[in-house]
């Protein structure tokens, strides 16, 4: 069989696993679920026999039964030429994916204090694939890679200097992975090289983002320190007033409560009150309901105004792009979103729009708008397998 390359993808209570062969191509993908509670899951796609799995089950236990299943099930041959890993905070140590070793582990462990429920299950992931394939090149992909060509001025906030310096408190921004692979993939489907291709990326999942892309280089983006600023989201609020805080501490909401609100219970959530779920906020919208619809105008219309804020980065722009769960999917949240442009020329043509561009490489602009409007679904774990395969070779 060919060399194999395994990309991990750790979450809090969930791990992703995915096997792609040495083209590049997906052969396989698992998922657990629930981790360290009585009901944790796991199963291989396309596969009905779930896989074993304890009560409670460690992310430990679960990448091992997960390596296993693979094994058992004729998925994997032997061991993977190079695993990837996503990690989410890089800080400013990281530029570019990096081969995994002490010094590597050790940056991820101070970026920690960034990304406190992400790096830490992230290297948990690590040092059990080390423990399961330690003469396999592991490679780390970050979320916050691409976007460490921020200027200054994007990357500032209007706080005392020293907070930065010492603190490390900036806009480090996330989602890179998507919005690199974004800017690849619209250069392509434009005849153009990346280099010379200019976008503005919108990933619209549960969480979401937004980056303007100047010539294949990420020059500003919506998220900051952590993954909360900018747009709304299922259950983040995104921007909000600083001066909420002190507000919500007059009303007996201390700063954690507030903070979990704003993660948590807020967003799509929050303003409909029902679900963070858009598919299911449109049919609810559908049927009357009013707080759904209030929460579909609030999210396309931040969603617009982030398009135009972004646009003061470029030198030029070739493309708007829709990714993500809701970006490529959803024809009613590009349109009302898009309708909001109609003053920077930008409009849609309603059938290739709610064909979600499938049909026209992606394109759904008017042939006369200003500039040409495109869905392209997202892949993450193709780049992390490419960054893995390559970074294993030069090893
Ligand atoms: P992701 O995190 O990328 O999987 O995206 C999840 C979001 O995509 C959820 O809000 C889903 O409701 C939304 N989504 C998926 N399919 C559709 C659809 N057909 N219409 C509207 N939203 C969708």
Partial sequence: MDETILVVNCGSSSIKLALFDSNHEKQASALAERLNNPD??????????????????SHDHALQALVNAFYDRNLMSREPASIGHRVVHGGEAFRE???????????????????????????IGINAMQRLFPDVPQVAVFDTAFHQS????????????????EWGIRRYGFHGTSHQFMAHEASRRLGKTPATTSIISAHLGNGCSMTAI????????SMGLTPLEGLVMGTRSGDVDPGLFDYLAGRGISA???????????????????????????????????PSQLAIDVFCFRLAKYFGAMMVSLSHLDAL???????????RVRAQTIEHLKLLGITLDPDLNNHHGQYSEGHIGDA????????????????????????AKLN
């Fill in 368 to 391: 006369d708008s200003r500039f040409p409007v495109l869905v392209i679904p997202t892949n993450e774990e193709l780049v992390i397998a490419r960054e893995a395969s390559r970074l």
């Fill in 321 to 331: 792009v829709f990714t993500g769960g809701i970006g490529e999917n959803s024809a």
């Fill in 256 to 290: 954690s409560e507030a903070h979990r609100v704003l993660n948590q219970d807020s967003g799509l959530l929050g303003l409909s009150g029902q679900t963070n779920d858009m598919r299911s906020l449109c049919e609810l919208a559908d049927h009357g309901h009013e």
């Fill in 97 to 123: 994916a990096a081969l995994i070793d002490k010094k590597t582990i050790t940056a991820i462990e101070d970026c920690a204090s960034l990304a406190p429920l992400h790096n830490p299950v992230n290297l």
């Fill in 40 to 57: 944790s899951i796991a199963k291989i796609s396309g596969d009905s026999v779930p896989v074993a799995l304890p009560a409670n089950a």
């Fill in 150 to 165: 921020l200027p200054k001025r994007a990357f500032l906030y209007a706080l005392p200097e020293h907070y930065y310096r």
């Fill in 214 to 221: 100047d010539n294949g280089i990420s020059k500003d983006t």
